[in-house]
């Protein structure tokens, strides 16, 4: 005999004929509904008497099943809230992709669901001072919604680009004017902008390998060539590019801290670049994705502060120090390509709404930005450690390093790090596979990419066990 129960969204059957113990049934069900999106993040579930007392089973069948559930951190239990579903990356659904949707699109909201633990790009909730920022940002919504109905300035709100020239000045060496910043919808934005504002078509690229897919993805995109640069210790590596591409006029590099391997690039590099771009007319752009959470002792300058000619276009953004929801980053162009930039951001790519702009104008105005940034760092040194230790436990030291904001544990080279990510991702973790961030499947290294942000602070230990658990299993 069968019984629907529970929710018209979700029907729970039972089969009592069945050799599969009824808490068994109870445990698929509910999983199933999970996974399918049927149950979302948060969504609560009936007490395990009330749903024993639906279902006309013993209460400890029930309960063995949440217990179960659990233990997969598929549920969460408190006295306060109940018993809810944990908050787990959302599978996108075939019905909510646009038509003519490509492999590319696919992958980005793939990478971009959440929210999970280990996911990489993303900061922690907890470390934010979300009360404060709500009340600042409040504010500025008033004060834009009362102010003429003007078009307001393509390049960015003046206070915000005051406020980040005496930032950069300040934390990463870079000495420029507000006039030369233009503030953009985040790196994708900048890059953008950069990339149409130089105006490379059909001419070759150096990019690191590995390398950030994404910008890979976007040079293409802007009909650029090629040409993957291998990575060392000492970062980029300049001789291999000299020696096989030489006649490259766009270099793109992570010079704080390689992403997605972590060295920064030696100062006898940064010399050597800026040299050669100086003499040979080649553009630099530098992806300054870390900006100051660099955890290993003060973080490194920016490339651009050494730049003395003019060859280096500087990005960053506010999505790891506060959040991607923002959507906000800045381009420094250099004083020869400022006026081209702004008039790029005033016909194509203008700026993102005054409001938010003026909300983190005056949290960093005010103090709060710096303050959030050491803050995070402490936390985030300790969550690392935290990590380290528990893998530690389970891996040689070698399989282990620390690139950015991230530990990565190398996998062997039969192991497919991107099986191990789909099946950690039931399960409510989301590492980055490392071998997509390779040119070429041939060159690839299997690891995985654990974000610190948003390593767990509770049941560390179980987490780890549960994804060797899955990585054993696809060994």
Request: glycine share 8%; proline share 7%; with cysteine.
């Amino acid at each position: 005999m069968y019984y629907d129960s529970m929710s018209e969204s979700l029907k729970l059957t039972l089969d009592r004929t069945a050799a599969v113990p009824l808490a068994e049934q109870i445990r698929k069900g509910v999983a199933a509904a999970i996974e399918s999106g049927v149950l979302e993040p948060g969504a609560r579930l009936p007490s395990w008497q009330d749903l024993a007392a639906q279902l006309g089973v013993a209460r400890g069948t029930v309960r063995t099943a949440y217990g179960k559930l659990a233990a997969a951190q598929l549920i969460e239990a408190a006295r306060a809230t109940g018993t809810r579903v944990a908050q787990r990356p959302r599978a996108v659904a075939r019905g909510e992709q646009p038509t003519g949707m490509g492999s590319f699109i696919e992958t980005y909201l793939e990478m971009t669901q959440g929210p999970a633990f280990f996911q990489m790009g993303v900061p922690a909730a907890e470390t934010f001072p979300a009360t404060l920022f709500a009340r600042i940002r409040a504010n500025a919504v008033r004060a834009e919604a009362s102010a003429p109905p003007l078009y307001p300035d393509p390049r960015g709100e003046v206070e915000l680009r005051h406020e980040i020239a005496g930032y950069l000045a300040v934390a990463r060496g870079i000495h420029c004017s507000p006039s030369q910043i233009i503030v953009t919808g985040g790196f994708g934005a900048g890059l953008g902008l950069a990339l149409g504002g130089l105006g490379l078509d059909r001419q070759t690229a150096w990019v690191e390998n590995p390398g950030f897919t994404w910008t890979r993805k976007g040079l293409e995109l802007a009909r650029l060539l090629l040409a993957p640069i291998p990575v060392d210790a000492d970062g980029i590596d300049l001789d291999y590019g000299l020696l096989h591409h030489p006649d490259a006029r766009l270099v793109v590099v992570t010079p704080g801290q390689q992403a997605p391997l972590g060295p920064t690039l030696s100062l006898e590099r940064r010399l050597g670049l800026l040299e050669w771009a100086a003499a040979n007319q080649v553009w630099v752009i530098e992806d300054d994705y870390l900006s100051e959470l660099q955890l290993a002792g003060r973080a490194a300058p920016a490339l651009a502060s050494l730049d003395r000619e003019g060859r280096v276009i500087h990005i960053g953004s506010f999505s790891k120090t506060i959040s991607p929801t923002v959507r906000l980053g800045f381009v420094v162009a250099p004083v020869e390509l400022a006026s081209r930039f702004a008039e790029m951001a005033a016909c194509l790519a203008p700026a993102p709404g005054p409001a938010v702009q003026r909300a983190i104008a005056e949290f960093m105005h005010e103090g709060c930005y710096m303050r959030h940034l050491r803050r995070t760092k402490r936390a985030y040194a300790a969550k690392r450690q935290a990590l380290l230790d528990c893998l530690q436990a389970s891996v040689d030291a070698d399989q282990l390093s620390t690139p950015g904001l991230a530990v990565l544990l190398r996998l062997p080279r039969t192991t497919s790090d991107v099986a191990v990510v789909r099946d950690a991702l039931a399960f409510g973790m989301f590492p980055a596979p490392l071998s997509p961030w390779y040119t070429s499947p041939e060159s690839a290294e299997s690891g995985l990419l654990l974000g610190v942000a948003t390593t767990p602070t509770k049941n560390l230990a179980r987490t780890c066990d549960r994804l060797f658990e899955i990585i054993r299993r696809l060994s």
